[in-house]
């Protein structure tokens, strides 16, 4: 199975900063590699899918790069409803797997 | 616009079964490259994905619960199930259903979750 690790797990921000984060996997995948935002009682959505491509409607602050075993998403200039927890997740072999998160707390 | 809707008890007995439905609306369940998977998050902690449907009936399931676990599919209700058998406390989570969405370029083919329905929290206690 393919682990995910991401750093940090958790970040202090304040609104306007850039901030990234990172995902690590413990083996290539490629770009099959996708993220994901969570608030508080609400169910994940979908930012960046395959690595680098942002899904429709969501805001271009939101980036994501890195091919192989390490990836980034990078949040150019945080807004108030940015803060939340972020999960990376590998879709190139069954079963599916998940980063343990970071969450992203304002200072 | 597809929208997913979980449904099921939200309270199960210990060494029972765990039963949950996901509601397609918006769309139907057959049309589309869609893979159709649940999702788990016991309260505080990550994801874990459980296992997926194509509407043929074909299933992928995580090891990890492949002995307990049935993923079904109903297109006529546009719907898939998930059941758990032999729950323990450790499966207390809320339970998420998400299209597996698939992408084909010339030469990959590429999958996400999205969307995802509300969840819905199930309890394992007598």
Redesign the interface.
Known sequence: ?IQMTQSPSSLSASVGDRVTITCRASQSI???L?W?QQKPG?????LI??ASSL?SGVPSRFSGSGSGTNFTLAISSLQPEDFATY?C?Q?YS????????TKLEIK | QVQLQESGPGLVKPSQTLSLTCTVSGGSISSGSYYWSWIRQPAGKGLEWIGRIYTSGSTDYNPSLKSRVTISVDTSKNQFSLKLSSVTAADTAVYYCARDQVHCSSTTCKNWFDPWGQGTLVTVSS
């Open positions: 199975d490629s770009s099959y996708n994901y609400k169910a994940p959505k979908l899918y395959a899904q999960y997740q879709s069954t079963p599916y797997s998940f980063g343990q998160g």
